[in-house]
């Protein structure tokens, strides 16, 4: 997710200059070098903490140990957390009590500047900082503000994850396109298009996407039959099964992580 904003950003005409880069990884800085001319450093220094803004992408398990060496150091940057799970309250507490953070929860879609973000200030933000968060998500896609921190948990199940449930529901109807004898390239470029367009058609227009079903869907026709077939198999309720068990998890995953030592 930091590659794909560093990407964004640099594509909305920011220099490699104008970026500074802090990852641990000698094979990732070197990456991150001929990809986009960056020189990440392998820690943080005075030049690094100064900056405008901070983002925090790191994994949500390290964020902890990055906030202590953080503290004391900030005076009037913006953070940016990208790192699922952390509650902007623990944030700050492991902060010292700083308190001007945005968290934002995007999506892989972003690696191609069509991702979805939704973020969430925190009260000590002001709307200039909130501007800035925004201007810098929506380098790689769409955002969405927030007003309660925990509907982020919904987020996280419905866009966070949702990618990969459409990577199922391809999956799934290729092995059906391989089943009735199509080869697997036939199968693919099939899936592909479909999905494509018809999340197309949906984003493009304004019609509900239960007025674009039925108007493909003739009477006693083929797609009459599918979609009775998922409806015997409960597909509505499966999925918001899926997406409850998500937002469960994210609770669940906030709460530990979060947790007080």
């Known amino acids: 997710m930091a590659s794909a904003l560093i990407g964004g950003l640099l594509g909305k005409g920011f220099s490699p200059e104008q970026l500074q880069v802090v990852e641990v990884s000698a094979e990732a800085r070197e ?10 450093r392998a820690s943080l220094d005075a030049a690094f903490v100064s900056c405008e803004c901070i983002v925090l992408a790191t994994k949500p398990q ?17 953070l940016v957390s990208i790192a699922a799970g952390i509650r902007t309250q623990d944030l700050s ?17 972003a690696i191609l500047g069509c991702g979805m973000s939704a973020l969430y200030a925190a009260p000590a933000a002001n709307a200039s900082e909130c501007n800035l968060a925004e ?11 927030l007003s309660d921190e925990d509907a982020l948990d919904a987020v996280t199940a419905v866009s966070g994850s949702g990618p990969a449930y459409v990577y199922y529901f391809i999956e799934a ?6 089943h009735q004898g199509l080869d697997a390239a036939a199968a693919r470029q099939l899936t592909l298009q479909t999905v494509l367009g018809a999340a197309r058609v949906a984003a493009e227009g304004s019609e509900e996407p239960a007025t674009l079903r039925a108007r493909v869907t003739s009477k006693g026709g083929t797609t009459e039959a599918a979609l009775q077939c998922l409806d015997e198999a409960g597909l509505k309720r499966i999925v918001a099964r899926a997406v409850a068990a998500a937002a469960q998890r994210a609770r669940e995953l906030g709460a530990e992580l979060g947790r007080r030592d």
């Open 31 to 40: 990456r991150l070098r001929q990809r986009f001319g960056i020189a990440a």
């Open 62 to 78: 390290e964020l902890r140990d990055l906030a202590a060496s953080l503290a004391g150091s900030l005076h009037h940057q913006l």
């Open 93 to 109: 507490r492991w902060l010292g009590g700083y308190g001007r953070i945005v968290r934002a929860m995007p999506n892989t879609p």
């Open 135 to 145: 201007s810098i998500l929506s380098a790689v896609g769409e955002t969405l503000w």
């Open 173 to 178: 109807l290729e092995e059906a396109a391989r």
